[in-house]
């Protein structure tokens, strides 16, 4: 599976931007997805996930703010970031995984976007 990002860019704090990841499987609609990041000299964390359910999750720090969201028939995954903060700055990646077992990091991985929130 090819997870392509897109949108990330640079953003003045309480911005906005809407991140989308395209993918390359018929099967689009039986995976799970999720949206990781890593900041500069941190660990890679998980955001947000929309499973084949659509049921979602949050990373604390990103409730209310971030709404991850899917549209199977364009085989694509969303991020709407609002309410951006500096800490939000990072490189974002998109995943894809068969299972719902979010604590193993595991999965197909796009190439990742850069999100930088400064003035």
């Known amino acids: 599976v090819q997870l392509d990002e897109s949108g990330g860019g640079l953003v003045q704090p309480g911005g906005s931007l809407r991140l989308s990841c395209a993918a390359s499987t018929s099967i689009f609609s039986f995976y799970n997805l999720g949206w990781y990041r890593q900041a500069p000299g941190k660990e890679r964390e998980l955001v947000a996930t929309?499973?084949?359910?659509?049921?979602?999750n949050y990373l604390d720090s990103v409730q209310g703010r971030f709404t991850i969201s899917r549209d199977n028939a364009k085989k694509a995954v969303y991020l709407q970031m609002n309410s951006l903060k500096p800490e939000d700055t990072a490189v974002y990646y998109c995943?894809?995984?068969?299972?719902?077992?979010?604590?193993?990091?595991?999965?197909?991985w796009g190439q990742g976007t850069q999100v930088t929130v400064s003035s």
């Open positions: 995943n894809a995984r068969g299972h719902t077992t979010w604590s193993v990091v595991s999965g197909y």
């Open positions: 929309i499973n084949s359910d659509s049921s979602t």
